[in-house]
């Protein structure tokens, strides 16, 4: 059966849930910032939806990406909420082929896409309802969220195998998996001119879960003989933030960049530290973990089911507790044979699957398979 005239067009997918594109705010929109073009490349009609922000010129920025802005109530509590509500109101309207869903809280929104005959495509991130950061009622409409995303989602994607197996045991859907990529960037001489291989680096926003509070008091030794980088913030003060200033005046190897959204630098200090501590506890595939693994990091982890099966035998693994990581980090830091086959290890370890090449693949071999499904039916009627 030939398709009609007006079906002979793009593929169309509309992504919903992130900040928008580009983006540098976190895990879903370093995604998109590599999904998208992909998609673009690939002959996708390709929409993201976002929130409003200040307008900057990005030379990454791929034209071909439709960029929809809506409007939502923007704090902590409500805005994933009110702006996936936004959007998918609006793509409901425009009927996408098919649209890729970004976090289990949009899944009070799914039946409005299923309705319009929208087949869906959530990644679940992570066990969002466990995240100390989120109080009572955040953490009941999160496990709410994931109870509808399984009722109404047509395919599920896990960024780690350890996510899929939560969500086959808690809900009985299986997931297709695909984690984060990584990308190796240039050894640039950063603005701070830490030398390389002498410098215990952290990147993480400052919750609980991510061993801040633990990784800060074990800086305390650490700076006594390295310099100590801290990448990262809570985006609105609070007790952390001023533990972390405090421990600037207090030692001047103890250096604090905020929130570092220039990807070259970043990727600079991954590429050029002598240990990246990773203390995150929570979640699946960890963007940083990966973008560190792609740089050559010689990692010290958290030692948690997710960075294990991340990293594989390419890290060191330690408890969550000052003094097993500050000795763990020391062990790193004193030895550079240890650091040169942690390095190798990771970069070998970022080939078996953890490409964005890889990961870009999958995401579009998932949302094809569906909106095959659409336009068949639509064929059909």
Known sequence: ?????ELETKRSVAIIGTRGYPSYYGGFETAVRKLAPFLAESGWDVTVYGRPGPETADPTRDARVHVVTTRGIENKSLSTLSFGLTSCLHAARKRPDVA????????????LLKLRGIPTVVNVD?????????????KTVFRLGARLTARFADVLVADSKEIARRWEADFGRS???IPYGGEEGAALTTPDKFPARKFVLAVARFVPENTIPEFLEATRGL?????????????????????VTRLVAENPKVHWLGHVSDDARLLSLWKTCGVYFHGHSVGGTNPALVQAMANGAPIVARATVYNREVLGPAGVFCEPTPEAIESA??????????QDRLSAAARLRLQEGYTWEAVCSSYETTISEQAALTRRLSVAK
Do not use: H, T
């Open 1 to 5: 059966m030939q398709l009609q005239p």
């Open 100 to 111: 890729l869903v970004m976090n289990v809280a949009n899944g009070f929104w799914l039946p």
């Open 126 to 138: 992570g066990i969002e309802w466990e995240r100390a950061k989120w109080g009572r009622l955040a």
């Open 175 to 177: 997931s297709v998996f």
């Open 223 to 243: 700076a006594k003989d390295f310099d100590v980088v801290i990448v990262g913030s809570s985006g609105y003060g609070g007790p952390l933030e001023e533990a």
């Open 329 to 338: 980090v020391r062990q790193v830091m004193e030895s550079p044979d240890e």
